[in-house]
């Protein structure tokens, strides 16, 4: 039953990614959508998380604070010295990186493996906790195809190499499901993943696709999008 679910992942996935090719003329507006989706998942979904796993635990908060810290600086450093600024490029400018966008596509794969991975241990403890994790899974795993193309497209990447990398994310939950075959994770080890995934999350969104969704054509359309991305991301989780 589990990869049934599983399946359904990859149809969300690649979904969400079409529909963010197909619009992306409104690219300033899908962005600020993704931008709100980021800041409702990191609020409403994994931040809780963490604060439930920190108490069944009985442990400090500040292990997964400080993966936190360390995810955001990962990305940070890893974007501005290693994929980014070269010593003769213009400082200040206007400018964008292919390979930054690929850089964040395989990032948000790697997400897309851990949560097929939490559908597949969600079913080891039982079938009822399975179903409710792989509906919220599926849910947001839409949202997680638009924010792959999302980011390939506002890197200047092409539509062929942004419906790579969608595949990419569509297949991974996949590929994690069937990890989970062979192990189980530890509570400690899932809190800091989230710490650490979260830190990934709140630099991504407030540090590069929020400037860039109202760097052209800023409006109070953009600022709604990214009040109804937090809006969507708060009633899933309520409700699921």
Known sequence: MAFIFILFTFVSTFLGGLFGLKYKDKMNLILGLTAGVILGVIA???????????????????????????????????EKFILVHHSHEEEYGPHTHPTVGKFQALALAGHSFLD???????????????ILVAIAVISHDFSDGLNTVSMMLRHKNTNKQALKFLFVDALAPILGGAATLFFNLSEKSLLIYLGFFAGFLLYIGVSDILPEAHSKNSSMKTVLMTVLGVLFIFLITRVL
């Open 44 to 78: 409403f979904d994994v931040f809780p998380e963490i604060i439930r796993l920190t108490q069944k635990l009985g442990t400090t908060p500040t292990t997964p604070m400080i993966a936190l810290v360390v995810g955001f600086m990962i990305f940070h450093i890893a």
């Open 116 to 130: 097929g991975m939490g559908i597949g241990l969600a079913f080891q403890i039982s079938g009822p906790t399975g």
